[in-house]
């Protein structure tokens, strides 16, 4: 390997071991998806470029575990797709976890809308989605048994299969439960006024 590839293998490795420590995780099979996503989330700060390299080493590692039979989970499912910028002057804007905390602390989740707007930006900051999905987001598109959840991407027209994590869940059944129109729809996200319709319909 050339000495650039070495080079950002041993800084990855550092901080990737160092944020494994952190965690007080002993075992590599205990290593879950909440985790994967949380360590992203740490290469905020950095450059663009940089954090695709990162994300690419992760990526091979928590394959290798998978296929090797050391972690009985494929966690690359949790790593989101990166953006890569073939204009480096093209500014771009990273929220950390302090800064996506802040707003969904702020949300309302005691009225209709505040559940369902709460339930949207975890699905977007957890997970990744692009709003034209789940605008488009279906019941038969939720696997609860299997914690996942797929769809055909708006854009790509690509299938996509997410975890679906335990505070996500939670806050989709809190709006469907709690919140949601109780109307006939497949459709999971409805406007709060009359005619309830789907965000696609409207």
């Known amino acids: 390997y050339s000495y650039r590839t070495v080079r950002n293998s041993r800084a990855f490795w550092k901080r990737f071991l160092t944020f494994i420590k952190t965690k007080k995780i002993k075992c590599i099979c205990n290593l879950k998806h909440e985790n994967v996503i949380e ?3 740490t290469l905020s ?3 663009v470029k940089t954090v ?4 690419s080493y992760l990526k091979l590692f928590l394959k290798y575990l998978y296929l090797h039979k050391l972690h009985n989970i494929d966690l690359t499912l949790s790593i ?4 890569k910028y073939s204009n480096k002057n093209i500014p771009h804007t990273t929220w950390n976890e302090e800064e996506i905390n802040k707003i969904l602390n702020a949300i309302d989740l005691n ?9 949207i930006l ?3 900051s957890h997970l990744g989605l692009r709003i034209s999905d789940i605008r488009e987001l279906r019941f038969n598109n939720i696997d609860w048994q299997r914690n996942t959840i797929s769809l055909i991407q708006h854009k790509t027209k690509k299938l996509v299969v ?10 989709l059944i809190n709006y469907i439960k709690y919140a949601r129109p109780n109307v006939n729809s497949p459709y999971i996200f409805l406007t709060t006024t009359k005619p309830f ?6």
Do not use: E, Q
């Open 39 to 41: 360590f992203i989330l």
């Open 45 to 47: 700060s950095l450059a």
């Open 52 to 55: 695709n390299w990162y994300v």
């Open 80 to 83: 989101p797709k990166m953006r």
């Open 111 to 119: 009225t209709s809308i505040g559940k369902r707007d709460y339930a």
């Open 122 to 124: 975890m699905l977007i």
């Open 162 to 171: 997410l975890p679906l994590f335990d505070d996500v869940g939670v806050s």
């Open 197 to 202: 319709r789907p965000f696609c319909c409207d």
